[in-house]
């Protein structure tokens, strides 16, 4: 579904981004880790074809996403770090307008903001200017408008971000619940939420990949040493691998 | 095109869901009536004058299209130096600055609908803006239906100056807008270049031969005189048709690039 490579990006002299290669099949829920000013937002935004690469190719179903870049963005949601909103409209003039720039037909639209707002929890503040929401709210309208158009593909940049307990379980299951029709690219500092939501992870440091896996074999892989009686050590969490690949 | 009035129709409920566009509206409005009024005084005093000197030549030749309107048209021009980089500042400078940009980059519209889109709204509410002065005309035709009264072709032909002119205005100041992220900025930079188009033909009584005729051609509120008088100049009208064309390629390369920086 999104093939990823070779990919790499500069800005100047800072390489941001450095030869990096993966794949996400249909369906897939994918996490994509790693420290901060690690290129987590810039490999998103080549993705979703905000920025245009340095060099390398992405492949979204089959498009290129330099060659047939608006193909490529009608099977997209994006939700990038701060929820791209416009503070002076209400939440429904939002989602409306989003709506109609994805190619929403005006018959269908008015359903489909009322069906990602209810999914995403916005229907309480809907008539509600976005100025005036809180950080969850608005997190959760910048949600409602990735879902927008029912994309095959989703890239969300830190989902859970300002979220309260409850809503980030919230977000979870609502996310878990698209895996299979949709597949899904998420970036988060939220160590636990990758064991939860995602089967495979993506783990990158300075621009570069350092683990590429599936959960249980990245576990299997820096398990601890055997011990006498031929048992594997005791599994590693998540976040004992995290530190010892993007320490080095 | 549909993108485009979808990017319009979401510039539109932003203005006039914020005060920029009420509060430019009132300004216009409210100087351009000190302006109507001054002017409506002096043909006042200027026809008690012919008939008190009995002079019936002199009153056929005054009217109120060059009595006031052509002047008012003039006026109104200058004002628009006033109010246009207000309208414009936040066109493209806020998208950057609130990452809404990202949005747009993300979603399948090209950037030519982006500035399309945004360019339709800023007419709209040029269209808006000059329609409230509308009120002069009317106000003068109704209370001398009796006299020559209005010539309403004139005065309309003023009016498709005026919008020519505001157009020229607000491809520039989206332009401008599209270069920075602080719409203060955007509003300074734009006012200062308008301004220059409009005292640069303060210096051509200055010079002469070629230099006169060059300067005289940049300055813009002097291409407004054709129409307000009733006639339409090609010249003019590619005038200000050439720096709307300018500053929408411009805008739209300034939109391309931004994501390449």
């Known amino acids: 579904m999104i093939e990823v490579s070779h990919l790499s990006k500069s800005y100047r002299d800072l390489k941001a981004v450095d030869d990096v290669s993966f794949q996400v099949q249909s369906g ?73 720039i994805k190619g929403v037909s005006r018959k269908a ?73 949709h597949t899904i690219v998420l970036s988060t500092h939220i160590l636990p939420e990758v064991t939860a939501i995602c089967q495979k992870a993506l783990i990158i440091a300075q621009g570069k990949v350092v683990a590429y896996d599936t959960l249980a074999n ?9 011990t006498a009686d031929g048992q594997t050590g005791p599994m590693p969490s998540l976040e004992e691998i995290f530190l010892k690949l993007t320490s080095a | 095109m549909k993108n485009a009035f979808a990017i319009a129709k979401k510039e539109l409920n932003i203005y006039f869901a914020t005060p920029i566009a009420y509060v430019m509206f009132t300004l216009f409005v409210v100087i351009g ?37 052509r002047a008012l048209f003039g006026n109104l021009g200058v004002i628009l130096i ?33 500035v399309w889109g945004k360019y339709l709204a800023a007419l709209a509410i040029l269209v808006c803006t000059l329609a409230l002065t509308l009120l002069y005309p009317a106000l003068v035709h109704l209370v001398a239906r009796d006299a020559q009264g209005v010539e309403w072709r004139s005065i309309f032909l003023g009016y498709a100056g005026l919008f020519l002119l505001g157009a020229a205005y607000m491809a520039l100041g989206l332009f401008i807008s599209s270069l920075t992220e602080s719409q203060v900025v955007a509003a300074l930079i734009t006012f200062v270049v308008l301004l220059m188009t409009w005292i640069i033909g303060w210096s051509a009584a200055e010079t002469e031969g070629p230099t006169r005729e060059i300067v005289t051609y940049l300055s813009s ?36 690039a931004h994501r390449w920086s």
């Not at chain 1, 810039?42 to 920025?51: D, E, K, P, S």
């Not at chain 1, 309480?124 to 997190?139: A, D, E, H, Y």
């Not at chain 2, 066109?91 to 609130?98: H, T």
């Open chain 1, 28 to 100: 897939e829920i994918l996490g994509f880790l790693g420290p901060n000013g690690a290129g987590k937002t810039t490999t998103m935004r080549i993705l979703t074809g905000v920025l245009p690469p340095s060099s390398g190719s992405v492949k979204v179903s089959g498009f290129d996403v330099f060659e047939q870049p608006l193909e490529v963005k009608k099977r997209i949601g994006y939700l990038p770090e701060n929820p791209p909103v416009y503070t002076d409209m209400t939440v429904r003039a939002y989602l409306r307008f989003v709506a109609s």
């Open chain 1, 109 to 181: 639209r008015e359903g489909e903001v009322d069906r990602v707002a209810q999914k995403t929890n916005c229907t309480q503040f809907i008539q509600r200017v976005i100025g005036n929401l809180s950080k969850g709210q608005r997190q959760r309208v910048g949600l409602a408008q990735a879902l927008l158009g029912d994309p095959e593909v989703l890239i969300l940049d830190e989902p859970t971000v300002g979220l309260d307990p409850a809503q980030i379980i919230e977000v979870r299951q609502l996310i878990k619940s698209l895996a299979g029709k």
């Open chain 1, 218 to 226: 990245l576990q299997h892989a820096h398990a601890g040493a055997a």
């Open chain 2, 33 to 69: 009536s000190y302006f109507f009024l001054r002017l409506l005084g002096a043909y006042e005093q200027a026809s008690l004058m012919y008939m008190r000197f009995n002079s019936p030549e002199m009153m056929n030749r005054l009217n109120f299209q060059d009595a006031i309107f």
């Open chain 2, 82 to 114: 006033f109010v246009v980089p207000f309208l414009t500042m936040r066109l493209v400078a806020e998208e950057k600055k609130q990452k809404t940009i990202e949005l747009l980059y993300s979603t399948p519209i090209t950037p030519g609908q982006i």
């Open chain 2, 221 to 256: 509120v002097s291409h407004l005189d054709s129409f307000s008088k009733g006639t339409v100049d090609l010249k003019d009208v590619v005038y200000f048709l050439s720096i709307c064309a300018l500053g929408l390629f411009a805008t739209h390369r300034a939109v391309e």
